[in-house]
């Protein structure tokens, strides 16, 4: 059950970084790749301080997080670029479809066994997804958008398959993070002179410092216990999370149609990993 719980709430901080990543660019007016470098700096920030806090100097043996941080960087960018063009619900839909198949993908060329119930829970789940987020017939898939979202893809699916050998999770995540910075900071090149405005600098460094840094320093905290389908799985309750999130702090409306897609999804969750809740493994 506890780690049910940590998963669960770090499903949360990856919705809330959803959130916090469209009040800051929709609201705010933030460029998307300014907004992805202050984030990344937050976090580095956050995670740096706690490591020093325990004892320990953050930036000793920085080259071993090199794999890591470039996935995270290679996430970052492509995230980044490819909502300037796709719509939310859209690039949610091609973000956690296409890293499904990336790591059950995974999880057979490393010889894991699926089972029957696990591949109709995922079925059943990317359903509902697919209920939630088609945009509809008269919407346009564009093509450099898709393609930014499935490098995306592949960088979280790498940082992910990474996470499940990480030994110390917040001194991984600080080393991810401090690295990914200099690796993300030549995107500012390409943007140019941009204003700044408080609520989405405010915005970025909470995204940066809590949702994700610190988000994601618990994700490598629970991903060594879980099998790759599970960690899979489990992340398809993100737009559903976000949704909900979305209705309370944006104001955007509730549909039937959602929480149709929502029985499917958290009911496809439960199935696939049944067995996982009941004993707390895969």
């Known amino acids: 059950m506890k ?27 933030m460029d998307p790749f300014v ?22 100097r953050p930036w000793l043996g920085l080259a071993q997080h090199g794999p890591a941080a470039f996935a995270l960087t290679t996430y970052m960018i492509g995230f980044s670029w490819a909502y300037l063009s796709l719509g939310a619900g859209l690039g949610a839909l091609i973000l956690f479809g296409a890293l499904q198949i990336m790591l059950f993908g995974w999880a057979l060329v490393q010889g894991q066994s699926i089972s029957p119930q696990r591949w109709a829970g995922v079925a059943l789940a990317l359903a509902g997804l697919v209920v939630l987020l088609w945009p509809g017939a008269a919407a346009t898939v564009p093509f450099w958008g898709t393609i930014a979202m499935l490098v995306a ?91 909900v999130g979305g209705a309370i702090f944006l104001g955007e409306p509730v549909t039937l149609r959602m929480v149709s897609a929502a029985v499917l999804v958290l009911g496809g969750i439960a199935l696939s990993n049944a067995r996982w809740v009941r004993a707390g493994h895969s």
């Open 35 to 56: 907004f992805a470098v202050l984030r990344v700096a937050a976090g580095a920030a956050m995670l740096a301080g706690l490591v020093a806090l325990r004892g320990n």
């Open 153 to 243: 893809t592949a960088g979280w699916a790498g940082y992910t398959v990474l996470g499940q050998g990480a030994q110390d999770p917040l001194r991984a995540s600080s080393g991810n993070f401090i690295l990914c910075l200099p690796m993300a900071l030549p995107v500012l090149m390409v943007v140019g002179p941009t204003s700044l405005n408080t609520g989405g600098v405010v915005t970025a460094v909470v995204a940066g410092a809590v949702t994700s840094g610190l988000g994601y320093a618990l994700w490598y905290r629970v991903l060594p216990q879980l099998a790759t389908t599970t960690a899979a799985t489990a992340q398809l309750s993100v737009p559903v999370i976000a949704v």
């Open 3 to 29: 780690l049910f719980v940590l998963v669960a709430l770090t499903m949360v901080a990856f919705a809330a970084n959803s959130v916090l990543n469209r009040i800051g660019v929709a609201q705010f007016g």
